[in-house]
DNA sequence: AATCATTTGATAGTATTACTTTAATTTGTA
DNA sequence: TACAAATTAAAGTAATACTATCAAATGATT
């Protein structure tokens, strides 16, 4: 059976929310395709509503910019992997499985999720993963920040500190450690993909799950600071 | 005595060399004032040509784009950071100091270098770490990647490692390692500033290189991988 | 089935950006 | 002094990032 799930996203990420309505709907799913295949700098809404039989003028009462759209497509990414982790754990009993399931699950590329069929997970991924930081790094981050933009990473980064702090109450920088895992995983798997010479994964495609687990371990389980 | 030395930057970085002209230093200058100032996106050839009275078409001269001339800002950044390495490790004897002391330098903040006075070095460093990873991300990187844009950044990185294999010949992932020091100590003092709940460092402003440092220690001399 | 509110579409328009072109002027140099 | 190269001035173009207006379609309510 397949649920549909709204995620509640911060209000400052839209004008109107695209979940509520068909036409949001194919906004999102189109902007997705598009952004995907020719990047966010030529992405345009022009481009969009010609894809998605629309105007431009109806693309704007959902959102504002497409710098909007894309602090839209971050949150919702970061919504939805909350949520996964979230399902994925439940049933774990100790704070270590927890933890490591979690930590599995950010930083293998994911399987498309059957709950959300009409978002191409896959290349949201993919968006987020090359485009994603550009979301962040503008002037405005203080202000979008303040409104709540991030509030679902933040969220994720605290559940995962807390189960850290279970198993290592002493270790004083569990959340730089959880934020360097999760953003040096997106960082190790594009530069894989664009920069070899600066990652030891060419050969074997999980050595990116080996090095940060085994980080983590060490961390864990090796006491010297 | 200050002697001025001009970075050799890869030829995919600008139109025209700047450091050749004074215009050109002037362009640089300018640039990197005016892009730390108001940002990346709000930076146009025409606001940078009113600040330092000349014209659009000379900026064009020396940049074909903005994008390009953020490229040359990281390739510089890069080329100079190498360069102070260098220098400050070359009286160094062991592995050990030699990569500790390029570590500490990679992480912390730096110094005005006097070295190269037409520069902002702190400015520059702003920039980089703000926008740098915009000159990256973006659909053109495997035809920039070609054109030798990032042999600087990827030099270091090589030096780095091959220090850290002196130290540790079988450690399996150096490259991650020395990538997820660089690129996490960006992140961490960006979210310091911006997104204090994700880091750990309110209080002591030295805790990302203590992380940092700490980690670097843990894999260098605890083995349990 | 008629009414009304809301959403969407079609069209046009504006300010800014990201360049290009051309020709005149200045500067550096032999 | 003359020549080449670099710079400036000015104008122009195509695309972008919006905004505004009004008509048409849709949908919910009575």
């Known amino acids: 059976m397949i649920v549909q799930i709204k995620l509640s996203l911060p209000s400052c990420a839209y004008l109107r929310d695209p979940q509520e309505t068909k036409l ?15 990047g966010f700098e030529a992405f345009t809404f022009k481009k969009l509503a010609v894809k998605m039989e629309s105007t431009e003028a109806s693309i704007y009462r959902y959102f504002e910019s497409k710098n909007q759209l894309l602090l839209f497509l971050y949150a919702w990414y970061w919504a939805w992997v909350n949520y996964r982790v979230k399902t994925t754990t439940q049933n774990l009993t100790d704070a270590e499985s927890k933890l490591k399931t979690a930590i599995k699950l950010l930083i293998s590329h994911t399987e498309e999720d059957e709950k959300f069929q009409f978002i191409n997970e896959i290349k949201l991924r993919q968006i987020i993963e090359n485009e994603g930081i550009k979301s962040i790094l503008t002037k405005r981050i203080d202000f979008i920040n303040k409104a709540g933009a991030f509030e679902n990473y933040k969220k994720l980064v605290e559940t995962l500190v807390q189960w850290l702090l279970v198993i290592r109450p002493d270790y004083p920088h569990p959340n730089m450690l959880i934020t360097t895992i999760i953003e040096g995983a997106r960082i190790q798997h594009f530069f894989a993909l664009h920069l070899t010479r600066l990652t030891n994964n060419r050969e ?17 389980f090796l006491k010297n600071d």
């Open 24 to 38: 949001g709907v194919s906004i999102i799913q189109n902007s997705i395709e598009l952004m995907d295949d020719i």
């Open 204 to 220: 074997e495609n999980d050595s990116v799950e080996h090095f940060f687990l085994n980080l983590l371990n060490q961390v864990l």
